[in-house]
Structures are given as structure tokens and as C-alpha cells.
């Protein structure tokens, strides 16, 4: 998120005075490439290059050369993610603790800021047959840890939209689903989260294509809406304004077809009834 914000902030100097990164590339006797990553938030900035881009960019306030001197040594400082060895989730994991408000639109399972340990095992397996053990205790766990933002005394909004498919699909078995259904009732009475089911009887509805988690920021911070798509692969990240005005439309008719908060805790209850303990 700092190294974004940086990038962000270096972009409009760079407008303002109408230098095109070819330009400020010349001038820093590095490669335009350089310079877009490092716009993008795709490349870390050294403290040395925000020292000479200031100089550049005639960066004279010296409150303002040393906000974005401490914005790139707050980025090079490694999140707690960083410690695992696969999780090809850093940038996301990244925005998502530092997201004033978070939606998830799920088909196919519970979101994995509200799956319990044996939940998300069965999820990671279940999507990675192969995966090396230690590599699935890593992941378990890191999911786990990115629940802790809901605990925070300011958490972030939360939200998550499922099918009615997610709360039948018997997940680990029916011990694991009882739990996990336990789990997202509490989330939704403690009001770490407001769920709402699309039933089955609504038929077609306005987004049906994949599942994603749509991430907003506090008003403090030049980061954009963000949408995130999880690929088997690779990861898909939806910045541009049309594609972010798409998804918002499709949130707005998710909300209106879904069940209300009450009636939708009161359709994964009787559910969860059919599971005995």
C-alpha cells in the first residue's frame, strides 16, 4: 500500500511539470521502465531515488520531501506475509490491511476472512491435490492471520455475498460445514461482517462469471477501488475506472437480489440444522 501511495504521488509531480518518464529516465540515467514501475507501485524505490526525484521534480518543501522519504521506508518494510514461502497473495494481502471497506462475492465457498483452519484446508487441498504440506500449513495459517484485521478496534467494513451453492457444498465433510456455518453465524452476530445469500429461487442474477473481493479506501489515501480475482494461476487485479464502475454496478444488483442480513442468517440457520451435532 506505501510503496503504491508513493508511486502514486511521484506520477503527479511528474504531471504537473509535464515530464514525460522518458524524460525523468534522461535525467536519472536510468531506464523509462524504471520509472513506470516504480509509478505503478511494481518496483520498490530506493531512498536514493525519491531523494534525486525530488531534486527533479523541484521538490522544495522539505515537509513534503520527507513524507514521501518515510512513505519508501515504510515500504521496504516487510509485512507479516512476507514470511511465507507461497502465497502468491503479497500485493493483495498488502491492500486488504489496509482497506477501510471489503465486499466478497463468493459461488462456490465461504471467503477466506471468515473460513475456520479445517475449512480452508480442505479448500486449499481441494483446489491443490499436490500441494507440498508444509506449503498447506503456510497457507492455512495465513489466512487465518488475515482474519485478525476484523478483530482490529477499527476494522474495516465488511461484507461478504454467497450463493446459496456455498452453504450446501459440504466442505471437508459434514463436521467441517457444521463448524464452518457455526463460524460465519457468529462472524454475522458479532458484526464482524454482514452476510447476505442469493437463494437459489432468484435464478439468473447480475454476476455469475467468478467470484471476487472488491476493496475501498479511506479518503485519506490516493489508492483507487481495487478488485481482485483469484486465478488457479495468476492473479487478476481490476484498477481502471470502467472496469471498477462495472463491478460496482454488479455489487449494487448482488445487494438488491440477495436475501436481507436477517432473512439470510436465518436460511444458513435452518441449514445448518441439518448437519447434527
Same mark, same amino acid.
Given at each position: 500500500?506505501?510503496?503504491?501511495?508513493?508511486?502514486?504521488?511521484?506520477?503527479?509531480?511528474?504531471?504537473?511539470?509535464?515530464?514525460?518518464?522518458?524524460?525523468?529516465?534522461?535525467?536519472?540515467?536510468?531506464?523509462?521502465?524504471?520509472?513506470?514501475?516504480?509509478?505503478?507501485?511494481?518496483?520498490?524505490?530506493?531512498?536514493?531515488?525519491?531523494r534525486d526525484l525530488c531534486r527533479i521534480y523541484g521538490v522544495t518543501?522539505?515537509?513534503?520531501?520527507?513524507?514521501?522519504?518515510?512513505?519508501?521506508?515504510?515500504a521496504r518494510e516487510p509485512g507479516w506475509w512476507t514470511q511465507y514461502d507461497d502465497l502468491n497473495l503479497s500485493p493483495y494481502i498488502g491492500l486488504e490491511q489496509e482497506a477501510a471497506a471489503i465486499t466478497s462475492f463468493s459461488m462456490y465457498y465461504v471467503p477466506p476472512l471468515l473460513q475456520t483452519a479445517d475449512y480452508a484446508r480442505a479448500i486449499i487441498k481441494?483446489?491443490?491435490?499436490?500441494?507440498?504440506?508444509?506449503?498447506?500449513?503456510?497457507?492455512?495459517?495465513?489466512?487465518?492471520?488475515?482474519q485478525q484485521l476484523l478483530e482490529?478496534?477499527?476494522?474495516?467494513?465488511?461484507?461478504?455475498?454467497?450463493?446459496?451453492a456455498v452453504l450446501h457444498r459440504r466442505v471437508g465433510g459434514p463436521a467441517v460445514t457444521r463448524t464452518q456455518l457455526d463460524k460465519v453465524l457468529q462472524c454475522a452476530a458479532d458484526g464482524k461482517a454482514a452476510v447476505q445469500v442469493i437463494p437459489f429461487d432468484?435464478?439468473?442474477? +447480475?454476476?455469475?462469471?467468478?467470484?471476487?473481493?472488491?476493496?475501498?479506501?479511506? +479518503? +485519506?489515501?490516493?489508492? +483507487?477501488?481495487?478488485?481482485?480475482?483469484?486465478?488457479?494461476?495468476?492473479?487478476l487485479y481490476q484498477e481502471r475506472p470502467a472496469e471498477i464502475e462495472r463491478y460496482r454496478e454488479a455489487l449494487e444488483y448482488l445487494r438488491d437480489t440477495a436475501l436481507s442480513p436477517r432473512d439470510s442468517?436465518?436460511?444458513i440457520a435452518k441449514i445448518r440444522a441439518t448437519y447434527p451435532d
Open positions: 500500500m506505501r510503496q503504491r501511495e508513493l508511486g502514486m504521488r511521484l506520477r503527479e509531480l511528474r504531471n504537473v511539470l509535464g515530464l514525460t518518464v522518458e524524460d525523468v529516465a534522461e535525467q536519472l540515467l536510468c531506464s523509462a521502465t524504471k520509472i513506470s514501475r516504480l509509478e505503478t507501485g511494481a518496483r520498490r524505490a530506493s531512498l536514493r531515488d525519491v518543501d522539505q515537509a513534503d520531501a520527507d513524507d514521501l522519504m518515510s512513505l519508501a521506508r515504510q481441494g483446489i491443490a491435490p499436490k500441494i507440498d504440506p508444509k506449503i498447506l500449513d503456510q497457507r492455512v495459517e495465513a489466512r487465518l492471520r488475515r482490529r478496534a477499527a476494522p474495516p467494513r465488511y461484507r461478504a455475498l454467497l450463493d446459496e432468484v435464478g439468473e442474477y +447480475g454476476s455469475i462469471d467468478s467470484n471476487f473481493d472488491f476493496l475501498e479506501f479511506g +479518503g +485519506g489515501s490516493r489508492q +483507487g477501488a481495487v478488485v481482485f480475482v483469484e486465478g488457479l494461476f495468476s492473479n442468517t436465518n436460511l
